[in-house]
T-cell receptor, first 115, second 115 residues
């Protein structure tokens, strides 16, 4: 079955450590997105990519980095510069470049906690 | 003004009643509107999308769009306890003129259906 796979499901980060969240899709979607969800704040866009080898900053990109070397993969690195990384991270994809008209398919999420 | 506004709730309705969820948006150029359902601890899933003024029905769900008033609503008929979840309103917004689109989410309305 087609879908989006995020791993790991739970991740614990030590102070000053970089961690990478994986996102893989087999839906043949062009566009991929990373959102962060905090209680009471809804989903906030971190980065998005409409095509391979191209990505754009979202509303809260500071302290994060991404790459899009393959259509299927859009990993997110949470760097030590991100001072409050504890959150639920959601990866999503949509059908066509520049068009989110059909809505997103979401992965199951990664819950990141700073220890 | 927030780009997408929703009342966080909770909205409590008895089983079998109609639940009415509301959302307003600020960008008059928006063309696509979505409702996602999110169960506690899970990722959002798309349940409805609407592009044109008026009503769109899918089973027990009806989405209503009024572009002049910049207002979107979701009606759930014959509400069931399994409908208890947070409902996210999302709107497609142009990032740059003629450039990329992104979807902006409201904070979500928590619905509780009381047996």
């Amino acid at each position: 079955d087609g879908g989006i796979t995020q791993s790991p499901k739970y991740l614990f980060r030590k102070e000053g450590q970089n961690v990478t969240l994986s996102c893989e899709q087999n839906l043949n979607h062009d566009a991929m997105y990373w959102y962060r969800q905090d209680p009471g704040q809804g989903l906030r866009l971190i980065y998005y990519s409409q095509i391979v080898n191209d990505f754009q900053k979202g509303d809260i990109a500071e302290g994060y980095s991404v790459s899009r070397e393959k259509k299927e993969s859009f990993p997110l690195t949470v760097t030590s510069a991100q001072k409050n990384p504890t959150a639920f991270y959601l990866c999503a994809s949509s059908r066509a470049r520049g068009e989110a008209n059909y809505g997103y398919t979401f992965g199951s999420g990664t819950r990141l906690t700073v220890v | 003004q927030k780009e997408v506004e929703q009342n966080s709730g909770p909205l409590s309705v008895p089983e079998g009643a109609i639940a009415s969820l509301n959302c307003t948006y600020s960008d008059r150029g928006s063309q696509s509107f979505f409702w996602y359902r999110q169960y506690s601890g899970k990722s959002p899933e798309l349940i409805m999308f609407i592009y044109s003024n008026g009503d769109k029905e899918d089973g027990r769900f009806t989405a209503q769009l009024n572009k002049a008033s910049q207002y979107v609503s979701l009606l759930i008929r014959d509400s069931q306890p399994s409908d208890s979840a947070t409902y996210l309103c999302a709107v497609n917004i142009w990032v740059n003129s003629g450039g990329y689109q992104k979807v902006t989410f409201g904070i979500g309305t928590k619905l509780q259906v009381i047996p």
